[in-house]
């Protein structure tokens, strides 16, 4: 891993389709993670957005938290958007990251899933992303794919 970009992988027995609902489809993101409802309109140049769940807002969080672009949606197989926290001024001033997810069907019937998310320019993201799990918020991108991953194979979140 480095400050500007940082790779994420894990194996999950799921089929590629699934993974991919599970990233891009509101009834999925609201379920795992940070629990925010996320919103793709899957077309170049379509928005990229995650919404604040009732938690969230009630810490002082926006409606909206992260905005984007989708830049390439290939489904099932990969997905690029930009990517920006709007939890603060100073997060959102440090601009916009882009993420790529890449969802590849293993000879063995399961999906490596990785995500190259390139922090260039966003020390907050890059350190915040790469944290561990705390009962505060934090566990960044090691904590949503293992949370997904869970939910995807057993139908309970980590936290459930």
């Known amino acids: 891993m480095s400050d500007t970009t940082q790779i994420f992988e894990i194996y999950i027995k799921a089929p590629p389709q699934k993974i991919w609902d599970a990233i891009t489809s509101p009834e999925w993101t609201a ?6 409802r996320g919103e793709f309109d899957l077309r170049p140049g379509g928005v990229a957005r ?11 969080l926006p409606e909206v938290i ?4 989708v830049l ?17 001024e100073e997060n959102k001033a440090e601009g916009f990251t882009r993420i790529t997810w890449e969802i590849l069907l293993t000879v063995g019937g399961f999906c490596k899933v990785t995500i190259t998310h390139d922090v ?17 918020g934090g566990g960044g991108w090691n904590w ?3 949370d997904m991953k869970s939910l995807l194979e057993t139908g309970a979140t980590m936290a459930a």
């Open 144 to 146: 949503i794919l293992s």
């Open 31 to 36: 379920k795992y993670g940070y629990g925010g």
């Open 72 to 88: 390439e949606a290939d489904p099932p197989n990969r997905l690029v958007t930009t990517h920006r926290w709007l939890f603060s």
């Open 66 to 69: 992260i905005d984007g672009e």
């Open 50 to 60: 995650f919404h604040a769940n009732p938690d969230m807002i009630q810490m002082g």
């Open 120 to 136: 260039a320019g966003a020390p907050m993201m890059a350190s915040a992303i790469r944290s561990d799990f705390s009962d505060q």
